[in-house]
């Protein structure tokens, strides 16, 4: 569309984007049903970690076809940008956070398109996923979205580096969940899977969860520093057998985040462990996703490889902090012909 000439076709939670149709969110607005399902586990199989193998140049052929022969065009893209604000974990995880920019970040949660863009639309106002931000934030987030039906995520476990002392760790979790965290983000000690001692690293998550209660475990891979996609399958199934709700890619603070082979590794992992046990985990890209492109090559990786049933809040989320300003950018674009400067979609 160039210009004003015509009024965009209104666009709804339900529209019909291209490959094929996105879930309808109705509902899912309210906090509680934007909650993960519950992984169980299973007992650590070492057997079928060990015989895990990946073949790195198909892994880079097919995630390299995913951007390049998929694309998604004015109303249906915006359509897919929807679904994708609604999936976003929303996240400051800088170290001059401050009450003030956590309760700025929130507001945005709430109403994450300025109210002209909602109105040019045609739609009824959407939401982010969750908010997520540091234990000694979790309070004022909570506060801050307080009846809006946003859960609040904590990165917990000694993040970004994992290696505090692990009765150290299971405290910080408890203290986020009596804080009001509805979802943890674990990181996983690295050296477990170095050195292949899977059963340390099983039997570390297991007591993850059990520290998270009711709140959902969220499993932080860090895959920049795992070198290997056998170590990222590897880990994937060793965190899922143990029970985490989610796995996540990255830290966001690691040299390499939430690349397209390594979330291709990711989620074949989890429709494995679905077609085992038939318990759906979720999955949450994080760490360098700033872009619309980047993020649609997402949402058309979860369509292609885990099915439109994973296209929800409750099994996918995109950690990120800037994709939001380029998405209202480009929702923009579609009303008005034009491109705004970034300044005009600021974050706190």
């Not at 965190?239 to 690349?259: C, L, P, Q, R, Y």
């Not at 291709?264 to 872009?291: N, Q």
């Not at 439109?308 to 809040?313: C, E, H, I, S, Y």
């Amino acid at each position: 569309m160039q210009g004003n000439a015509s009024a965009p076709a209104p666009i709804t939670a339900a529209g019909t984007p291209h490959p094929g149709p996105l879930p309808a969110s109705g509902a899912r607005e309210n906090c509680l049903r934007n909650q993960p399902m519950r992984n169980d586990g299973m007992p650590l199989d070492l057997n079928l970690v060990s015989g895990l193998r990946i073949n790195r140049a198909a892994a880079d052929r097919r995630a390299a076809s995913l951007a390049a022969r998929r694309s998604v065009k004015k109303q249906y893209q915006v359509a897919w940008l929807l679904n994708a604000i609604r999936m976003m974990d929303l996240t400051t995880l800088a170290g001059d956070d401050t009450p003030d920019r956590v309760q700025r970040l929130c507001l945005k949660a709430r109403r994450p398109l300025r109210a002209d863009l909602v109105a040019g639309l045609g739609i009824a106002p959407v939401q982010v996923g969750a908010v997520c931000v540091y234990h000694e934030m979790v309070a004022v987030a909570v506060a801050a979205l307080a009846g809006s039906g946003i859960p609040v995520a904590a990165v917990s476990t000694g993040f970004p580096a994992g290696l505090a002392p692990l009765e150290t760790k299971l405290r910080e979790i408890e203290l986020s969940v009596a804080a009001g965290a509805a979802e943890i983000d674990i990181v996983i000690t690295r050296r477990h899977v170095f050195s292949g001692d899977w059963a340390a690293l099983y039997d570390e998550i297991r007591a993850y969860r059990a520290a998270c209660g009711e709140a959902h475990l969220k499993a932080i891979l860090a895959t920049g520093d795992l070198v290997t996609l056998e170590n990222v399958a590897q880990a994937s199934w060793v965190a899922m057998m143990a029970g985490a709700d989610f796995i996540k890619t990255s830290t966001g603070k690691e040299s390499s985040n939430a690349t397209l082979p390594v979330s291709l590794v990711m989620t074949r992992a989890i429709r494995e462990y679905f077609e085992l046990t038939g318990r759906r985990v979720g999955f949450k890209p994080a760490g360098g996703i700033s872009t619309t492109k980047t993020a649609l090559a997402m949402l058309m990786l979860i369509r292609e490889e885990l099915g439109v049933a994973w296209l929800t809040p409750e099994l996918f989320r995109l950690g990120a902090s800037s994709l939001l300003t380029d998405i209202e950018r480009q929702i923009e674009h579609y009303l008005t012909g034009h491109y705004s400067a970034a300044h005009r979609h600021a974050l706190p």
